[in-house]
């Protein structure tokens, strides 16, 4: 079973970016299809973008398409989300996920089966 960690939320000024990696452990991160998720508070969790085991493909919700960017190292068993021109609305917890299931356009939102604990993004306005 593998288990994911994430790094990099913090607090940042809108328009800034900030990177969040999510480190996994445990198991090889290249047998997992890979995704971001965020949930703020009082709102539902909503997926953000996910990534093809090997990284030649991925999706992202069109709240945050040319914003943000997912991407992958797996020879550091890594997965990364790149986000830029941030905005207060972006203010959550960001969380990275993981599953076997391979991944498609219909399916990319979910179900995931392996979670991180989440990391806060603060945007100040």
């Known amino acids: 079973q593998v288990q994911l960690v994430e790094s990099g939320g913090g607090l940042v000024q809108a328009g800034g970016s900030l990177r969040l990696s999510c480190a996994a452990s445990?198991?090889?991160?290249?047998?997992?299809?890979m995704a971001w998720f965020r949930q703020a508070p009082g709102k539902e969790r909503e997926s953000l973008a996910a990534?093809?085991?090997?990284?030649?493909?991925?999706y992202a919700a069109d709240s945050v398409k040319g914003r943000f960017t997912i991407s992958r190292d797996n020879a550091q068993n890594t997965v990364y989300l790149q986000m830029n021109s941030l905005k207060p609305e972006d203010t959550a917890v960001y969380y990275c996920?993981?599953?076997?299931?391979?991944?498609?356009?219909?399916?990319?939102?979910?179900?995931?089966?392996?979670w991180g604990q989440g990391t806060q993004v603060t945007v100040s306005s």
């Open positions: 996920a993981g599953r076997t299931r391979e991944l498609d356009g219909s399916s990319w939102p979910g179900p995931y089966d392996y």
């Open positions: 445990g198991r090889a991160v290249n047998r997992y299809v």
């Open positions: 990534i093809s085991q090997s990284g030649g493909y991925a």
